[in-house]
């Protein structure tokens, strides 16, 4: 079946808030400004609330006291707080779906997105839409287990134990999260370079047309797969894509020693699920 259809099946395909449309709509955007920003965020009490939350975090607010999204742009940059906002919505609207542990998914989408943002600044590449690339790099997943919540489940189970989950659901569906995932992407109305860093994540070489946030998403998702398997650093400095790092023109050692940073400092999920 052509994932095609999978879209015409399912009729509750997860819908974003108009807010977070309108600031999808501002990638890009030289003309966009704080106070447009600010006024579109009051406009969803939900989001702004998370905002809220995330601006006096432990990651981002860094003692400060901030009482108003005007002192959040302000803290925050205007940049990196409407990224937040995108994947504050972008949790918002895939809650609850049958099967799904959504702390322990989101938890994944958002290392993986802090990883992209770190690997972003490392390879100087925009490191705002490198994290939105990693919060919705798995996002397919979400529409496959709601069409396939039994199958998806007993693949999951295998992927555990080391079997290859794009692979598996190839078999199965004849389609995986990374086809689904930037179909939505593209739904949703993201960039044309965030839609084919979703979906050439695992082969960015691949891509029509060089998309560096594929190649960022790709190193940053096998990075995640090992730190969460606790293999020592030299292990992974040994097994290390020099090839897909040379395009971005990392130091090594620099992301390492940022990696580590990273993984002892608090996050801030709670602040994205409700």
Known sequence: MPHSALFKEIHNIPAIPKVIQELIDDFGDDKSNADDISKKIQMDASISLKVMRLA??????????VNSIDSAIVLLGQEALKTLVIA???????KDVPGVDKRKFWRKSFTVANICKLVGRLSKVNPEVAFTCGMLHNIGDVLLYIAHT???ARIDK???SGADKADLQDNQFGYNYMIVGAELARKWNFPDEIVSAIRFQKSPEEAPEENLFAYVTNI??????QFEQGKE?????S???TEKAGKLNIDLLDLFEKLVEMYESEDDIEAFIE
């Open 233 to 237: 650093k030299e292990d992974i400095l």
């Open 239 to 241: 097994q290390f894509p």
């Open 88 to 94: 504050s919505g972008v949790t918002s609207a895939c």
């Open 56 to 65: 006096n975090s432990a990651r981002y607010g860094a003692g400060r006291k």
């Open 220 to 225: 940053s998702a096998m990075l995640y797969q």
């Open 150 to 152: 039994d199958t998806m």
């Open 158 to 160: 295998m992927v555990e």
